[in-house]
């Protein structure tokens, strides 16, 4: 229901849209959500050479879902579990966000520490004394470790930067993803 009633407020093309919702008797509540025929990221992903994408490709995937993040908080959405799983790819390649399971209002007031994929994690997310501090910013460094991840087949260690993988990144892309990832 909290998922279902965070996305029925959110009308972006870069994410997934509720498209029913209801209540099953047996079942209890649920949700129809648009369906996007691509599949998730991480399985594209698997699916390429040495599981990296063709640099344009994954900036134009960044791109989508930073529009979609952009609309979330401007509504005062964190998304909180920002990974190549929950990102969904049409047709066409366009990427929508979806799987909004443990997203929260950007105030950090309903913030739980831990909650998240490991990996993707921002610091303040992981320590229970920073749980207040989940905010867009969590978002950003989570996209800001896929990119990477889009660009060089693999998450970063601390501090790596993606053109020491891959030397073809341009430099405004690998400046972005080291300000996203940066753990201050």
Request: net charge negative; aromatic share 4%.
């Amino acid at each position: 229901r909290r998922e279902a009633q965070l996305l029925a407020g959110l009308h972006h093309p870069n994410i997934v849209s509720v498209m029913e919702t209801g209540e099953d008797p047996a079942l209890g509540p649920y949700a129809v959500m648009e369906w996007v025929p691509g599949g998730d990221l991480k399985a594209h992903l698997e699916r390429a050479p040495e599981n990296q994408l063709p640099i344009d490709e994954g900036l134009d995937i960044a791109q989508d879902v930073l529009a979609g993040l952009s609309a979330a908080h401007e509504a005062w959405v964190i998304h909180r579990d920002i990974k190549p799983g929950n990102i969904l790819l049409d047709r066409q390649g366009g990427a929508k966000l979806a799987d909004f399971g443990i997203a929260g209002d950007a105030t950090g007031a309903e913030a739980l520490p831990g909650r998240g994929t490991l990996g993707y994690m921002a610091p303040e997310q992981e320590d229970p004394q920073q749980a207040g501090e989940v905010g867009p910013a969590t978002d950003i460094y989570a996209m800001g470790i896929v990119l990477f991840e889009m660009l060089a087949g693999r998450r970063p260690a601390p501090g790596e930067d993606v053109r020491e993988l891959r030397p073809q990144v341009p430099e405004a892309a690998a400046s972005a993803v080291a300000r996203a990832t940066h753990l201050d």
